[in-house]
């Protein structure tokens, strides 16, 4: 279960009364109208903050249906609500100080039977099924020994289902409105040969594997026989490399493996090379060397497989072997900051030096409106380093990157012959802790999993009771101190120069915002749940997204004055239908209600040549002409010229289309037709001195 909300969290005054009532039919027909109260319902209000879910309250309603909760976190909450023999259904508001009640309709339970089988009709035991329906929040169950799963308390179909097993691929099915059988195909298996130069089997070899399906890399040893067996791969592109002693093979880029396919690959060992960096602080003739860098070697300047070590007391560090080619050095210590890209020479005739700058430290104050300290707003410094390279650093992202190091530079995880590659042997990496602060840092425990280096957490970025923060370290350039606060608007300082080992500082202003509580109906009034919505500040950085509950609501909570509003479908969550800019005033909730078009009909579009004939591959672009139905797509035409994509006609439309060797063509309409057909004729090349 989610956990409660951090200890650390104020302004717990928030008051909630929810009422849960029974859905019934309408007298003139309708779906939904309120019965009578329902009893002994469970109700749960989870706080939403920070992209995390926390569990604020749970109860059980009385004989009328009712519960109430106070002393609940301020800001956007789900409600969740289920009772025997009735579906579960969520709803969304912003709860403050102020009295908040939400009514919530419980209808019918609604049951699902689902069975997963192999492509031999054999039952899945233990394969995970998870179906979402006009509640977004997904309910799921475990198949038994038949392949079976029951999921009860559903809303009303169609619903969403998606079932995955050890050792299978994934699979989901839209608008599934009945039991289902659902078919999993089995993953697929490498066969990897490892050789010497002379052809002979090279027994004892490491073979390491990364991939667009599999990360971090896993590794596993070659019998006598010179093969290993990497089973329970999904489909996809694969990286693959053998090591043995000082010898290594060339990395094997993009091996593409079919779904439940079997692949032979053969690998090559030949003498690879060792690298020594040194590590300094500065650039000087004389320079002051930098023990406990951590370093990274990679081929080719971008590999699945880093070679990874740690300075000594002098500065320096060995690495490989390494194929023959172009090759890069990387390294970062604390209190520096790190350097990447230092080019490693062909031919060595010595250590490969780094030189490191030291970090700067941005001291601030945070305050609000009326000039009082804001304490626990977090810090995040952005902007440009001196050599024109973006900046975005929290002390979440740089003990993140300490502590990643720490658990990879022992290597990658054996494999374990058991099916499914996401077992390995060997301690977790330590993962954050739920009480961490809210300035994004946090300590973990006092030593690496493995056994490694202490963790060093750096110091939160976050304001203290007198509202004033101290960053370090910084990046050295031009940066920035953006700031947030749960209880604020999000704002940025005015730009600073930092120098290394310098010291700046700024000042920020956070202002309360506003509420914003929606709900998004279809062209009937009724509720869309499960619709992605998401606010965008015109001015600022402020990006927010969240899903509409069954009832079709959704809520943000400090919200700047002038927002947009961005809509998508359920079934199709990544594309937006829906703009709608909102002027939200500070301090005040502010209510809107958006209508979602019905879906339109496609447009197809037929590329043909002047004698009619289709041309395939053509690059059709549609970009909507209509602001509040933002669309630009871009598809390329089948072997019969053609392209379809729904929920288009009708719109303000440009096409254009564009073809190797042809002018390119296209139309402009204030309503777009069903079909369109434009005729590409071939071009001409203009050469000009």
């Keep these: 279960g989610a956990p409660p909300p951090p200890v650390d969290v104020s302004n717990r005054d928030g008051r909630l009364a929810v009422h849960v009532v029974a859905s019934v039919p309408c ?45 609940l976190p301020r800001g956007v909450s789900w409600v969740t609500v289920t009772a025997e023999g009735s579906a579960r259904v969520s ?60 999921l009860d308390r559903l809303t009303a179909p169609p619903w969403t289902v998606r079932a995955q097993a050890l050792g299978y691929e994934t699979i989901t099915r839209s ?27 090279a027994p004892g070899a490491v073979v390491t594997i990364a991939g667009s399906r599999l990360w971090p890399a896993r590794q596993a040893t070659v019998d006598e026989r010179g093969w290993a067996r990497v089973s329970g791969l999904l489909a996809g592109a694969y990286d693959l490399r053998a090591l043995r002693g000082s010898e290594v093979s060339d990395t094997s880029i993009g091996v593409e493996l079919e779904r439940g396919a079997i692949l032979e690959v053969t690998l090559t060992l030949r003498t690879g090379r060792m690298v020594t960096a040194l590590v300094t602080d500065g650039e000087g003739d004389n320079p002051i060397v930098v023990p406990a860098a951590d370093v990274v070697l990679v081929e080719s300047g971008l590999s699945s497989f880093p070679v990874l070590g740690r300075t000594g007391t002098d500065g320096t560090i060995t690495l490989g072997p390494l194929p023959r080619g172009p090759a890069t050095l990387a390294a970062r210590a604390d209190g520096f900051v790190a350097r990447a890209a230092v080019a490693v020479p062909e031919e060595l005739d010595g250590p490969v030096r780094i030189p490191l700058l030291r970090g700067g430290v941005l001291r601030g104050e945070v305050e609000d409106s009326d000039g009082y300290p804001v304490a626990g707003a977090s810090i995040e410094v952005i902007g440009t380093d001196i ?88 990046t050295p350039g031009r940066v920035r101190a953006l700031v947030r606060h749960p209880d604020y608007v999000e704002a940025v300082s005015q730009p600073v120069t930092l120098g290394p080992g310098g010291e700046a500082d700024v000042k920020v202003v956070l202002h309360r915002g506003g509420t914003l509580e929606g709900r998004l109906v279809d062209e009937d009034g009724r509720p869309v749940a499960g619709a992605r919505v998401d606010l965008t500040a015109t001015r600022g950085t402020l990006e927010r997204t969240t899903m509409t509950a069954t009832d079709g609501t959704f809520a943000f909570a400090a919200v700047p004055e002038e927002v947009v509003l961005s809509v998508a479908r359920p079934d199709e969550i990544d594309r937006i239908v829906l703009r709608e800019p909102a002027q939200v005033k500070e301090g005040e909730r502010t209510e809107i209600e958006l209508e979602l078009p019905n879906p339109r009909p496609p447009v197809v579009v037929t590329v043909v040549d002047e004698q009619g004939s289709p041309i395939p591959v053509a690059q059709v672009t549609l970009t909507s002409l209509d602001p509040a139905a933002p669309l630009r797509r871009t598809l390329f035409t089948d072997d019969s010229g053609r392209i379809e994509l729904d929920d288009t006609a009708g719109l303000p439309l440009r096409v254009r289309v564009e073809a190797p060797g042809r002018a390119r063509g296209g139309v402009e309409s204030d309503s777009i037709p069903e079909q369109v057909e434009v005729v590409l004729r071939p071009g001409v090349l203009v050469e000009g001195e």
Excluded: Y
């Design 387 to 474: 050599d024109g390279l973006p900046i975005a650093e929290t002390p979440l992202l740089i003990d993140f990157r300490r502590t990643h190091f720490d658990w990879a530079i022992a290597g990658p995880r054996p494999l374990i012959p058991a099916g499914e590659l996401g077992v390995m042997p060997g301690p977790i990496p330590p993962i954050p802790r739920a009480s961490a602060p809210w300035g994004g840092s946090w300590t973990g425990d006092p030593a690496a999993s493995d056994g490694g280096a202490p963790v060093i957490a750096t110091a939160p970025w976050v304001s203290r009771i007198d509202g004033k923060f101290t960053a370090r370290p910084v």
């Design 175 to 201: 608008e599934v409105s009945g039991d289902v059988t659902l078919v999993l195909r089995r993953l697929g298996t490498l066969l990897v040969r490892v050789v010497t130069d002379a052809g002979e089997p």
């Design 27 to 71: 007298a003139d027909g309708g779906a939904e109208c309120e019965g009578a109260g329902v009893a002994d319902a469970e109700v749960r209000v989870f706080w939403i903050a920070r992209d995390r879910s926390f569990l604020a309250a749970e109860g059980t309603t009385d004989a009328n249906g009712r519960v109430d909760f106070d002393e």
């Design 91 to 150: 709803t969304q508001l912003v709860v403050g100080p102020e009295p908040r009640e939400r009514r919530v309709l419980l209808p019918e339970a609604h049951r699902l039977v689902v069975r997963t089988i192999d492509e031999e009709d054999q039952p899945i035991l233990n394969a995970t099924v998870l179906v979402t329906g006009a509640d977004p929040l997904p309910i799921g169950n475990l198949t038994d020994v038949r392949g079976m799963a029951v």
